[in-house]
Every structure is written in structure tokens, then in C-alpha cells.
């Protein structure tokens, strides 16, 4: 018959076959599958603000930026997307998993007046998302 120390050693060897963590990797280290950090499907639910007077900033920051604001779902890091106001890549962007997002927007891009699209681009794939149209009146 088998002692109880064989039978437990047994149920550990078949318990850790059967387990759903990832093997260990070269080094003993566990390798974890990271998420991506854009979905293959991304929504723009809400964004803003969509216009302003040229040269009038909105949702001043600290270091004298505008920002924008969006609610999104899809987006899970900022490492993932670039945003972009017409030619202009747009700085700092900051979000929140699967829920909002704001990226600023330096003085110098409102004195033009004019629609510019604002958009974000999947830096993996390319793939152009549409936010709306921003327009800056002219004074």
C-alpha cells in the first residue's frame, strides 16, 4: 500500500499539472501573458470640448495647455494610441482603462481658425479611430 506522504505528493504533482498559471519560463520565472492595450474594437462615446475662440484656451492645465477630454472603450494603456488635432500629434496623453481619457493641446494650435479632425491612431495596426471635429472660431 502507499504511505499518505506518496499519496499527497501524488495529488500536488497532478494538481500542479492540471493548473491554469503559465508555466515557468527558462529561469524558473513565471511568463504572464500581458492584455493589449488597444481592443480590436474602440468607441468615442463622449468627447470635449468640440469648439473654442482662436487663441482662447479650455481646460487650462498647470503647465498652460489646453485639454481635451474623451470617454472611450477599448483603450486600455496610453502606450497603445497616439491622439492627433489635424497634422499636430497631441502630448500627455493620460487614460483610464476602458473608461476616459485626456491629452493636452499646446497654445499654439489654437490661433488658426478652421475644423481640424481629432483622431487617434493604433500605433499596432494603423487603424485611424475618429473623435469629431474641433472647430476654433475666428474673434
Known amino acids: ?21 503559465p508555466a515557468p519560463a527558462s ?3 513565471l ?14 462615446v463622449n468627447w470635449g470640448p468640440n469648439s473654442t475662440k482662436a487663441g482662447q484656451a479650455f481646460a487650462q492645465q498647470a503647465n498652460g495647455n489646453s485639454a481635451f477630454w474623451f470617454e472611450q472603450k477599448g ?3 496610453p502606450d497603445g494610441v497616439e491622439v492627433w488635432l489635424g497634422e499636430n500629434k497631441l502630448e500627455n496623453l493620460i487614460i483610464k482603462p476602458n473608461s476616459l481619457g485626456t491629452v493636452e493641446v499646446r ?3 489654437l490661433k488658426t481658425p478652421g475644423k481640424f479632425q481629432l483622431y487617434l491612431v493604433v500605433k499596432a495596426d494603423g487603424r485611424k479611430i475618429p473623435v469629431g471635429d474641433f472647430e476654433i472660431l475666428a474673434n
Open 1 to 21: 500500500m502507499f504511505s499518505k506522504a506518496y499519496v499527497v505528493v501524488g495529488a500536488m504533482v497532478l494538481l500542479t499539472a492540471c493548473s491554469d498559471h
Open 27 to 29: 529561469g524558473g520565472a
Open 31 to 44: 511568463v504572464t501573458p500581458q492584455p493589449a492595450s488597444v481592443a480590436a474594437e474602440v468607441s468615442i
Open 75 to 77: 483603450i486600455f494603456s
Open 107 to 109: 497654445q499654439e494650435l
